[in-house]
């Protein structure tokens, strides 16, 4: 009988605390994204780093949580066109993004890219922490 390596979706029991189902290393990784994410967002700056394994180059807009999961809002590269270390080739989206999916994030240099706001997506019971000021960004 052969294994699926179907990915399975688990969210935990009633009254388990987040540290008994991620464990506790998780958490404080998740922690130091968080910190790093804010920071990108506070300066302005474009973040590398993987996303559940695969390379991304993100522009962070907003970070918060939804219920005690922290997401971010980014504007950026996650298709296979950019895994040659370039974006150039790949078209820019909107993505709302667990923060615990993000690993590896070294901030970059260069143009902060952005689109209009009218067209960022909504997530429902989302509360932010930190929101970048809007002015003018390089179109994508």
């Known amino acids: 009988m052969q ?3 179907k990915r399975r979706a688990w969210f935990g029991r009633s009254g388990e605390r987040p540290e008994d189902v991620l464990g506790v290393h998780a958490l404080a990784r998740t922690s130091e994204v968080y910190q790093k994410v804010r ?4 300066a302005r700056q474009p973040l590398s780093g993987f ?3 695969r390379w991304t180059m993100i522009y962070p807009h907003a970070l918060g949580a939804v219920g005690k999961y922290p997401y971010v809002l980014c504007f950026g590269y996650l298709d296979d066109t950019s ?3 370039s974006p150039e080739g790949a078209r820019p ?3 709302w993004l667990p923060v615990a999916h993000l690993s590896h994030l070294n ?3 260069g143009p902060w890219r952005s689109a209009p706001a009218y067209t960022q997506p909504r997530l429902t019971g989302f509360q932010p922490d ?4 809007e002015t003018q960004a ?3």
């Open 3 to 5: 294994r699926s390596t």
């Open 39 to 42: 920071g990108a967002i506070l």
């Open 51 to 53: 996303h559940l394994g």
């Open 83 to 85: 895994l040659a270390g």
């Open 93 to 95: 989206h909107w993505y």
């Open 107 to 109: 901030a970059e240099t």
């Open 130 to 133: 930190v929101v970048v000021a």
């Open 138 to 140: 390089q179109p994508a």
